[in-house]
């Protein structure tokens, strides 16, 4: 539209750092619905937890599985996850702190089990597995998931308090399996038929 002109003008603008946001953003969101999957089908409610250098604690990510474990929200815990250290029952709180210090100190696996105290369901039997790695500000971040165990808890309790009744009564009891196979004998039959402790097992 210029006679004159005799030249084409280009105006160039760098727009790396607007792309690489861009991507860092398509990544984010592909991790996030990874994650997602993964959390949709894992055994446990995964979870991060974070120490910072002051010895303050937040936890930037939670599933959907532990804040039903919890009774917690992800922004109840986001910042600061003391709201979850307080859900730890009282007689456990101590040695669940210590072990996550051991952990922190060494940047060796945690693995502990504990309870938790849940507003509408009372006390829970939990497993945790988390992994801490160093980073560069001097945090430590784990990576890790916790599973309900109550229910094993349960069946423990209940097998302790049958083996406790079994071996403190006067009558001899002992199981055989489909093979005849002496598979326990209880004190009182072991003494009835003057045999020392465990003689009896894998016998016919």
């Known amino acids: 539209t210029e006679p004159g002109l005799q030249c084409i003008v280009s105006n160039y603008r760098d727009i ?4 690489l946001a861009e991507e860092s953003v398509r990544s984010k969101h592909q991790l996030e619905e990874q994650v997602a999957k993964i959390a949709e089908t894992a055994p446990g409610a995964l979870f991060s937890f974070r120490q ?8 930037p990510y939670v599933s959907p599985a532990w804040e039903m474990l919890m009774g917690l929200t992800q922004a109840d815990v986001r910042d600061d996850a003391s709201p979850a250290i307080q859900r730890l029952h009282p007689d456990d709180q101590a040695y ?3 072990t996550i210090r051991a952990s922190a100190q ?5 693995r502990v089990e504990y309870r938790i105290i849940h507003p509408q369901r009372g006390i829970i039997w939990v497993e945790g597995h988390a992994t801490p790695t160093l980073e560069p500000d001097g945090s430590i971040l784990w990576h890790g998931f916790v599973t309900d165990i109550s229910e ?4 423990e309790e209940a097998s302790r308090t049958q083996a406790h009744v079994l071996e403190n009564i006067t009558q001899g009891v ?3 399996d489909d093979h005849k196979i002496i598979r326990y004998t209880n ?13 009896l097992v894998g016998q016919h």
């Not at 910072?52 to 936890?59: F, K, W």
């Open 16 to 19: 790396t750092e607007r792309i």
């Open 52 to 59: 910072r250098p002051d010895g303050s604690t937040s936890m």
């Open 96 to 98: 669940v702190i210590n």
């Open 106 to 110: 060494k940047l060796t696996p945690w």
């Open 152 to 155: 094993r808890k349960r069946a």
């Open 174 to 176: 002992n199981y055989v």
């Open 187 to 199: 004190r009182a039959y072991e003494w009835m038929f003057g045999y020392e402790p465990g003689e």
